[in-house]
């Protein structure tokens, strides 16, 4: 029998970078829980509980807060080309590469964008955005919370009520942050946040939870029956869409979500299973709780590079809690290094892209592995690395600072 029709049996690795990280179990196996079909009663009573358990996790009261089925990145673009008509002057707070993503995905479509800029490694401060939206007049704002190339978390507070006043829609995209740090979306007031699970949420990716504002799926079903100037049965008939996807047209989406239950995907009954389970253990756990277990665990690790003697990176007033970029020392190199976390103590942390390529690592500890033990144990082995790539490091300091952040 050829090897490759042998059953699955991946490594048992730790994957302490930005995103993916281990799943919780609990959500692991819920994914192997018995499909139903995508109109069952009970399927459709679990799709009603997925809205109501990610209302508290993003923050909301919103009607509209439910999956797209896809990875992180099938929620921005569905939300940024259901927002955004070609032509629209959209505005993005840009300080990393998600920033660029969301820029990229934005020209794709026609729309004029503009960037308001923080170097990599900084923030964009609230009246620098104020200042954009008062010269540009954007009919739609858009940012990441937290930007996982960069390890920093942008500053929402007051940002949805700038847009208001300016008569435009806000977007966030907080898939780094969502489930480790908080989302406020009612209190920020902005109109779609969306998240993933293989960060903060210690699920697989495949679903991206969203939540839309009232106004803002106003603005998305109006679109379909005025701007569009077409109605649901000319676009079944294929006749003279404007938004060019049918997959990601959030009106569509959301009939299905809705009580009328129209017919457009089949929901990915796993990945729905997977979501929920995310949400209940979040909860279970309590919000705040979970809060506090990635800022600890960022702190001790923040702690612990620093006690090795390495640089950590970037602003320290705006950095996300679970994940942190470090400076890889000059006397070693990053891949070497990489490789041996995993080859030797089948440890995952991230390499970097753009303009910190080379430069940093970032090491993460995120959902169910923003662990006091599972931090400890990868500076342990990084320590050792270290060490035996020939970088002197105190011995045993890392560790002893960590845990020294745990305790004090
Ligand atoms: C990780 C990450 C994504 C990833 O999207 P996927 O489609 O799930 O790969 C998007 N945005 C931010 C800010 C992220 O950190």
Redesign the pocket.
């Known amino acids: 029998m050829p090897s490759s029709f042998r059953q699955i049996d991946p490594p048992q690795r730790l994957l302490m970078g930005?995103?993916p990280v281990n799943a919780h179990p609990r959500v692991l196996r819920a994914m192997s829980a018995d499909l139903l079909g995508q109109f069952d009663p009970e399927f459709t009573a679990y799709m009603n509980e997925v809205m109501g358990l990610y209302r508290p996790i993003f923050g909301t009261e919103n009607k509209w807060t439910f999956l797209i089925d896809g990875?992180?990145?099938?929620a921005?673009e569905a939300s940024l080309i259901s927002l955004a008509s070609p032509g629209d002057r959209v505005l993005v707070v840009n300080f990393g590469r998600?920033g660029l993503?969301l820029t990229e995905i934005l020209a794709r479509i026609g729309a004029e964008v503009r960037t308001v800029d923080a170097e990599w490694g900084k923030t964009v401060p609230m009246d620098e955005i104020a200042a954009a939206i008062a010269d540009f007049e954007p009919k739609v704002v858009a940012t990441?919370h937290?930007?996982?190339s960069t390890t920093m978390a942008q500053p929402l507070e007051g940002l949805g009520e700038l847009c208001r006043q300016a008569g435009a829609y806000s977007y966030v995209?907080a898939?780094?942050t969502v489930g480790g740090m908080e989302i406020a979306a009612d209190r920020w007031g902005v109109d779609i946040v969306t998240g993933?699970l293989?960060?903060c949420l210690g699920g697989p990716?495949g679903s991206a939870p969203i939540t839309i504002s009232d106004r803002a799926a106003e603005h998305i079903f109006a679109r379909r029956h005025t701007e569009l100037g077409i109605k649901r049965d000319d676009l079944e008939q294929g006749s003279g869409q404007r938004i060019g996807s049918n997959y990601f047209d959030l009106a569509m989406v959301m009939d299905y979500w809705s009580e009328k239950r129209l017919n457009h995907h089949t929901e990915a009954t796993s990945m729905l299973y997977a979501a929920r389970e995310c949400a209940c253990v979040s909860l279970e756990e309590g919000l705040a709780e979970r809060f506090e277990r990635h800022r600890l665990a960022g702190k001790a690790m923040t702690a612990g590079l620093r006690a090795m003697g390495l640089t950590v990176f970037g602003d320290d007033a705006h950095r996300m809690t679970n994940v942190t970029g470090v400076y890889i020392p000059e006397t070693v190199e990053g891949e070497r290094v990489r490789q041996r976390m995993r080859d030797d103590f089948e440890i995952e942390i991230g390499t970097s892209f753009g303009p910190l390529q080379g430069k940093i690592w970032r090491i993460g500890a995120m959902g169910y592995n923003a662990a006091k033990n599972k931090v400890l144990i990868t500076l342990g082995a990084l320590e050792a690395v270290l060490r035996t790539e020939g970088h002197s490091v105190p011995s045993g300091a890392a560790v002893d600072a960590a845990l020294e952040a745990y305790t004090s």
């Open positions: 930005p995103g990875t992180a990145r099938s921005i998600f993503l990441v937290g930007d996982t995209d898939t780094a993933g293989q960060k990716s």
